[in-house]
């Protein structure tokens, strides 16, 4: 039996940070993002070798382990080997493919499984690669052992993967949004709660929001961890500067929800562009000249506003034009180093299917 998974991508539109630890502890987060068309991959096939094979080409990682019920987190695919031990663990399974009590379904024949991932956009490119890629391991795990797990449970898990079991610095808005899809409103506060509130945005909204944004990868992948650790010092300290501009980026959150729901493209615009010089307070490595030169030529060209997606420092710059423009901001960006990457908004979020030896796509 082969089972694959898929988990969308997202762009965090407004309130990024205010879902990080110990600011949403302290002061409760909000956050507005929305899932697109670029995705996580995970693909698991059943064996009969008492092998686990690890194909992971965003690690650049393909190795071999004898069937166990938990494999080493020595940096080789650790995403992987993370989830898979953590189902282990939480839900009772041996090594090889089957629950201790046969409760949740595994397949009898199976001694061994080999496991493939990769990613439509480079790791640390600012859209929660990591955390959607997560979410879509565990999804295909899910899958497979058919384990009674809903949209908040997989997100749920996956944050416990990361940020507990792997100790990855980060926030939780992308577990939620890779496992939901679609727009949403989150609100996280302490004790880990968070409510996902699906935002309902008209088909032609959507539609002007896809006609006026641009979507511009740098070319440069960062570590988010450096400036997430910054941001959390800075918390920590009672940074009065560092903590405001937080303040205005999570209220920033309401006042997008409002704009998206009216349609109000200028509006969302404006809080795009004030949240860019918030976050630039946050930490140093937010901003750098390579960011920095792609905004001013998008701006020049007759870019309304932009900000980087994710905590900053590098990936994807989301611009904000008018239609009638878009050409000559598309012109001004095919001088820079980066490339532009066509995208649109996805509704769907992680889901899973299952392909069985019988099937036969020559039968369709």
């Known amino acids: 039996m082969i089972i694959r998974s898929k988990a969308p991508l997202r762009l965090g ?5 205010s879902d990080v630890s110990p600011y949403s502890d302290l002061y409760g987060g909000l956050i507005l993002n929305a899932t697109i068309n670029l995705y996580a ?7 009969q070798d008492g092998h ?34 953590h189902v282990m663990k939480t839900f009772g399974c041996d090594g090889q493919g089957r629950t201790f009590d046969g409760h949740y379904g595994y ?21 929660g690669t990591s955390s959607t890629m997560v979410v879509c391991i565990m999804k295909c795990f899910s899958e497979w052992l058919n384990l009674p797990l809903g949209d908040y449970e997989i997100a749920r898990q996956a944050y416990i993967i990361e940020r507990k079991d792997l ?65 959390q010092k800075n918390t920590s300290s009672g940074n009065v500067t560092a903590i405001e501009a937080m303040n205005r980026i999570k209220k920033s959150s309401i006042d997008m929800k409002l704009a998206l729901l009216k349609g109000d493209i200028k509006e969302f615009a404006r809080i795009i562009g004030r949240a860019w010089e918030d976050k630039k307070m946050m930490a140093g ?11 001013n030529a998008a701006l020049a060209s007759g870019a309304m506003a932009g900000k980087v997606s994710g905590a900053g420092g590098g990936g994807f ?3 904000v034009v008018e239609p009638t423009r878009k050409m000559d901001v598309l012109s001004a960006l095919e001088n820079m180093p980066g490339r532009i990457v066509p995208f649109q908004f996805s509704e769907s979020g992680a889901h899973g299917w ?9 039968n369709f």
């Open 285 to 295: 490595a937010v901003n750098n000249p390579t960011i920095q030169e792609a905004m």
């Open 354 to 362: 299952k392909i069985y030896p019988s099937d036969n796509v020559n």
């Open 167 to 231: 100790k990855l610095s980060g926030g939780k808005q992308d577990q939620y949004a890779a496992s939901f899809g679609g727009f949403n409103y989150m609100e996280f506060l302490k004790n880990d709660i968070v409510i996902v509130n699906p935002l309902k945005i008209k088909r032609w909204i959507i539609d002007e929001l896809e006609s006026s944004m641009v979507l511009y990868y740098t070319g440069q992948s960062r570590s988010s961890s450096e400036i997430i650790k910054e941001q």
């Open 13 to 17: 539109l407004a309130g990024g940070g």
């Open 317 to 319: 710059i989301m611009l």
């Open 41 to 47: 991959y995970c693909t698991i096939e059943e064996t």
């Open 52 to 85: 686990i094979t690890i194909n992971s080409f965003d690690a650049c990682c393909r190795k071999e382990y004898p069937a166990a019920e938990a494999l080493d987190i020595d940096g080789d695919a650790n995403l992987i080997k993370g989830v898979f031990n």
């Open 107 to 127: 397949s009898q024949k199976t001694t061994g499984f080999r496991i493939t991932t990769y990613n439509d956009a480079p790791a640390g490119s600012g859209l």
